[in-house]
């Protein structure tokens, strides 16, 4: 048994996006013990969405870039709920198009970004062309690529229009082909899988007890997904949440690549359902009242407590975003690790540190 | 071994991305690139500057002008939307990148559609720390 | 804060948090959040919101700030970083959590989303 060495790894690594900083324990090329350090982007958030309800709608987009549609549905799904409107079906199955276009683009950057942590580039760049597709598909339908501020409280502002319809069905069916292509190799490719199988274990009572969200608990065998609650219009599409037993980071990986194309089967689902109609319900006066509102954003539940108190600014407003939950988990699956294989399973568990902070 | 083809695919295919400065960049109709005021039109009921989520709009109602803070408009057209003059529009185009925040002023004695840029002080005037 | 009246609630409420979510997570219970609220009477409201069978169920009590609650955090690991934000952000105290999650002692305001009848402190106070 060598000496304990500790190093630091983060806040800037090339591993991550986003700063976080994991302090390691070595006993040589073993990871004995890790400490979590984070908060280096901590804004403030829950302060500044109490401000003024109208406007918190474009900023819940603004807490994490990947998620930003999530975040807006389960916020204006909160508030609806304050104002005890029912949104119309249109509106529901248009949110839920969009949240699954999102799934598309998180997911596609998430497994580029595993490509890219085991030191496949190539793979890497093939996600993010087939993940471009679909930004550009969003881009056309809601106006914008990153920030769609098409959800207001009681609907959506944008509608489909039946030239959109036919764009997202053209789009979908063009990209299946490549999402099969990928997910051959994702499944296949011997170097992916020895740097990925085994690797950052997390056993379904771990799982449990870290109380992971999202396609970490997925992995693990506990087959939970919110969307079976019929938020939006989930109720009225059919669909078994994907998951694996084995825990590690290849299921990890492979959950969020089945999931890509669940995500495909239900938009082609969706859109046989719209039907004319309005798009969104006026809402009166201010909101009064306690909500919690629950949707699945692609890393797992995203949870909001909402108060509100008739006023313009609201008592409290409270965001548990998935990736809190799950980096959290991270130390339970690196002790025991190697350091090589750090990389992998931090971003296997798909860090979001704009949302784990706020 | 999809993944060598694919490889040896792509060595011999045109780039996927564009030299996106060189080039135009591949905008769709409809997307929200920034706001124009028509000032024809304006009647100064500050509306939009009241309803702007980010404070980004400034309405001079003496001087006759209205004024968007660039770096801080989020594009999320709900300007618009609650004009009730039909006198803001988006366009597709982004503004020009500049060295410095800058302001576009929208006044009664431009022609439609047209407006100067103004530098704002670095930090917005406010003190460095 | 209002010293003169004393608010009126439950002061034993928050003895049998742990109790209350040893139950539920035996019951099959997911801690979802812990959700610190302060009312104007100066008592906090706390909510436990657990995922069970689908529904949400949840645990709440009040207590005062100055109180010290138990914590949760062995019969629930993830709770740690619910907890620790919670301490962080209202300036509560949980037994054996540390605050510093989010917040730097020292540099950063301390609970930034209490209510505050009196201004904040003049002198840079940096985020």
């Not at chain 1, 170097?191 to 969200?213: D, H, I, P, Y």
């Not at chain 2, 057209?77 to 020009?96: A, L």
């Not at chain 3, 020292?106 to 003049?122: D, H, I, N, Q, T």
Request: glycine fraction near 6%; include cysteine; hydrophobic fraction near 35%.
């Amino acid at each position: 048994m060598g000496r304990a060495t500790t190093i630091p790894f983060g806040p800037q690594h090339a591993a991550f996006l986003e700063p976080l900083n994991v302090k390691l324990t070595l006993d040589e090329e073993t990871v004995v013990g890790a400490v979590l350090n984070q908060g280096y982007n901590h804004r403030g958030m829950e302060y500044a969405l109490s401000l003024d309800y109208r406007k918190s709608q474009y900023l819940v987009e603004r807490v994490c870039g990947i998620c930003s549609f999530h975040h807006s549905s389960a916020y204006c799904q909160g508030m609806e709920s304050l104002y005890g409107i029912e949104v119309p079906v249109r509106a529901k199955l248009i949110r839920t198009i969009m949240m699954e276009c999102q799934r598309l683009t998180s997911h596609l950057l998430a497994l580029g970004h595993i490509a890219e942590a085991v030191g496949y580039e190539n793979l890497f760049m093939q996600c993010f062309r087939e993940r471009e597709h679909v930004m550009m598909l969003v881009n056309r339908v809601s106006g914008n690529r990153v920030h769609y501020s098409m959800n207001v409280i009681g609907g959506v502002k944008r509608d489909l229009s039946p030239e959109a319809v036919k764009d997202v069905q053209a789009t979908i069916r063009d990209l299946r082909p490549r999402l099969e292509e990928l997910r051959r190799v994702f499944s296949r490719d011997s170097t992916l899988s020895k740097r990925t199988r085994g690797v950052g274990k997390l056993s379904r009572q771990a799982a449990t007890e870290w109380g992971n969200v999202g396609p970490v608990s997925r992995a693990s065998g506990i087959p939970r997904d919110i969307r079976q609650d019929g938020f939006a219009a989930y109720s009225m599409v059919e669909f078994k949440p994907v998951v694996r037993e084995e825990g590690d980071s290849y299921a990890r990986m492979m959950v969020r690549m089945d999931e890509c194309l669940q995500a495909a089967d239900i938009i082609e689902e969706c859109l046989p359902l719209l039907e004319d109609g309005p798009v969104a319900v006026q809402v009166k006066g201010h909101p009064k009242g306690e909500t919690f509102s629950r949707v699945e954003a692609p890393r797992g539940e995203l949870f909001y407590y909402i108060r509100a108190k008739g006023t313009l600014g609201l008592e409290r407003i409270k965001l548990r975003t998935p990736a809190l939950m799950n980096v959290a988990s991270l130390l339970a699956m690196l002790p025991g690790c190697q350091l090589a294989d750090v990389p992998t399973i931090t971003v296997s568990v798909d860090p979001c540190i704009c949302c784990t902070d706020r | 071994m999809s993944m060598l083809s694919s490889s040896l695919k792509n060595l011999f295919s045109r780039p996927f991305t564009t030299k996106y400065p060189y080039e135009p960049a591949d905008l769709p109709p409809g997307n929200r690139g920034r706001v124009l005021w028509d000032m024809e039109k304006c009647i100064f009921c500050r509306k939009c500057e009241r309803n702007c989520p980010t404070s980004a709009i400034i309405t001079n109602k003496d001087a006759k002008t209205q004024t968007v803070i660039r770096h801080r408009c989020i594009a999320c057209n709900t300007c618009v939307e609650v004009c009730p003059t039909q006198t803001i529009s988006m366009v597709t185009e982004y503004s020009k990148p500049d060295i410095a925040p800058t302001v576009h002023v929208f006044s009664v004695d431009l022609p439609r559609h047209e407006y100067r840029v103004e530098h704002l002080p670095r930090y917005e005037g406010r003190p460095k720390d | 804060m209002n010293e003169t009246a004393v608010p009126d609630f439950d002061r034993e409420a928050h003895r049998s948090v742990r109790e209350r979510t040893r139950e539920m997570i035996e019951a099959g219970g997911r801690l979802i959040a812990i959700v610190a609220r302060e009312n104007d009477d100066g008592t906090m409201e706390m909510i436990y919101a657990f995922d069970r069978e689908q529904r949400m169920e949840d645990i709440r009590f009040l207590i005062l700030p100055e109180w010290e609650i138990d914590s949760v955090a062995d019969l629930y690991k993830g709770a740690l970083t619910l907890e620790r934000e919670v301490v962080d952000l209202f300036g509560l105290h949980i037994k054996g959590v540390p605050p510093g999650i989010f917040l730097v002692e020292g540099k950063s305001p301390v609970a930034p989303l209490r209510k505050r009848k009196a201004p904040a402190p003049e002198g840079d106070v940096h985020g």
